[in-house]
């Protein structure tokens, strides 16, 4: 079997390396050379569990990549890792699929199956269908098969899940299920088909199951500290042997999906109001954590240490990360702003950032943090030093608190 995969980031090059891995022919096509550069050098641009072993013993053999589009669109399979953003007034933005498909056109040939990964704003495989039918002469599930297959891995555990996970295939069409199921079955053992609707809504409720419950937890977290309570053991014991408890542990519940995903399913809805609760309590979470410490403390012109920037733990993904504006909110109250992250380029070392502090926020709940542990802060930083520890690495029984 043949396939491309057009747009290998973080959800195309974890799925072209696992068809790669189990003797498939595939093609990895994106347009950023610098990232083409390091792959040919057999370097991931990413952290990505398993990874590099994979590319590092398929490159040039089952596996290669190209910034060719015409040379991707030689494989009878194509994969299209191709999201639809919102744009500035939260609505779906399609100009991205638009331009992609628009230069596909003069390629597309019969029997072509396009498959799209990444997720999608509800109707898309419909708009798609009608876009290549009014633009060539092929008929969808005639001559071209279409499907939306999403993708539903933990960023870091790609590979890993690739292989575990069961696979949605949603189409309009027998043929184009068919064509799909026979794709994903090189690397899956669980394939399941259904409407395409039905799949590109499945994704964007798993994702939003998720956020509103971060959501839930967060002003769980804001109602304990009123009423001076421990969220970290309400929550343990909750779920302690009990099958009825559920709640989860606070945080930042950001990320590229879970952060816009929301809008492409209130846009057409009478009662948007849960989705939009959600997206107002997570998003305004680093605000109160700034009200809370300033309650400790006054932080103009003070020293904040800021710990981690990326949008999950132990990643170096930033994209949609509340933990910039946690730094816009502290900057503008005029704190003396330092940052640091495991993953991501830092100018200074984590020692210089945390010396001398009067504020220490953990943002990511990076390892390297908690097994340095509380005493390697509480020396480094100054005395009275005031914690916003969200994520619990230090396992005390508040959100802020002051070193002692």
Known sequence: MNLSVIGIGRVGLPLALAFASRGASVTGMDINEKFLQMLKEKKMPFIEDGAEAILSSTLGKSFTVTSSLSEAMKSDNIIL?????VDQHMNPDFSQIDMVLGNMLPHLKKGHLIILRSTVSPGTIEYVTGFIEENTKFKVGKDIFLAFC???L??????????ELPEIVGANDEESKKRAVEVFKTIKSEVYTTSAIN???????????????????????VISEQFGADIYQIVELANKNYPRGGPKKPGFAA????????????????????IAAAWKINETIPSYLVERVKSFTPIKGKKIAVLGLSFKSDSDDTRESLSFKLIKTLKRERA???????????DESLE?????ADVLIIAAAHKEYSQKGYEYFRKLAKKDCV????WNIFGKSSIVYKMQ
């Open 154 to 163: 933990a960023e870091g555990k790609a590979i890993k899940e690739l292989f």
């Open 199 to 221: 799949a590109e809504l499945l994704k964007l409720f798993t994702n939003m199951y998720r956020y509103i419950n971060f959501a839930i937890a967060n002003e769980f977290m």
């Open 81 to 85: 890792t191709l999201g639809t953003p």
């Open 352 to 356: 210089s950032v945390v010396k001398d």
């Open 150 to 152: 999403p993708e539903r």
């Open 336 to 346: 003396k702003v330092f940052v640091h992250d495991t993953y991501v380029k830092n």
């Open 387 to 390: 914690v916003a520890d969200v």
């Open 255 to 274: 990320g590229p999906c879970l952060f816009k995903d929301g809008f492409f399913l209130t846009s057409k809805i009478p009662f948007p109001e849960l």
